[in-house]
């Protein structure tokens, strides 16, 4: 019930697509959902978050779709570049934070 | 405004050793908490700290202890090291509950040989 899954595992897109990657979960408690992008070698760094009251949510070139009936939440980036290239994690928060276990994007030029 | 960081880089220990990191909190935040990250997956949640008392911990065993001081950095711990324990491990702090946002350090890569 503590489990977040994420899919696709590895997804590579042509510079200007839109990759979206999905993830689901169990546990109603969990109340905040935040995405984070990670580099290799780098920590992971805060992309763009949402609470279950809100159906979407855009921050530039990043919007999160959010559906709590059926308890998923996708990312979507638009205009994809090669900067992008990152492995990106969704996660849940209850008191504590749980992890997808990532998908790693290649952003082709 | 400094960020979350993390030291040492990288550490190299051999089985049955013992280790410490060390982290400081983003400027303002009171909570740490630490997460173990096996090459390939997600990160893992170890445990939290808030007020230098461990408010929350996940599903590891008590050879990973902790500590957070006055100044709200903190310190994990790894007693008897074994292999599996080769990881990169990340501090991220926030401020207050549990449920708010969360900011990572760039991590300490730790090698158990």
């Known amino acids: 019930q503590q489990q977040v899954k994420q899919s696709p595992q590895s997804l590579i897109v042509q510079k200007g697509g839109i990759p979206i990657i999905n993830c689901a979960y169990e546990?109603?408690?969990?109340?905040?959902f935040p995405w984070y992008q990670q580099f290799p070698g780098k920590g992971p760094a805060l992309l763009i978050a949402i609470r279950p009251d809100v159906s979407e949510k855009k921050e530039g070139r990043f919007t999160i779709s959010f559906n709590k009936s059926a308890k998923q939440f996708s990312l979507h980036i638009m205009d994809s570049q090669p900067g992008d290239s990152a492995t990106y994690f969704c996660?849940?928060?209850?008191?504590?934070?749980?992890f997808g276990k990532g998908t790693m994007l290649l952003v082709s030029p | 405004d400094a960020g979350v960081t993390q030291s040492p880089t990288h550490l190299i220990k051999t089985r049955g050793q013992q280790v410490t990191l060390r982290c400081s909190p983003k400027?303002?935040?009171?909570?740490v908490s630490w997460y173990q990250q096996a090459l390939g997956q997600g990160p893992q949640f170890i445990f939290q700290y808030y007020e230098e008392e461990e408010r929350q911990r996940g599903n590891f065993p008590d050879r990973f202890s902790g500590h957070q001081f006055p100044n709200y950095s903190s310190e994990l711990n790894v007693n008897a090291l074994l292999l599996g324990d080769s990881a990169l491990y990340l501090c991220?702090?926030?401020?207050?509950?549990?449920?708010?946002?969360?900011?990572f350090g760039p991590g300490t890569r730790l090698l158990v040989l």
């Open positions: 996660a849940a928060n209850s008191d504590k934070l749980i």
């Open positions: 400027s303002g935040h009171d909570t």
């Open positions: 546990n109603t408690a969990f109340d905040y």
């Open positions: 991220a702090s926030s401020l207050g509950t549990p449920r708010e946002t969360q900011y």
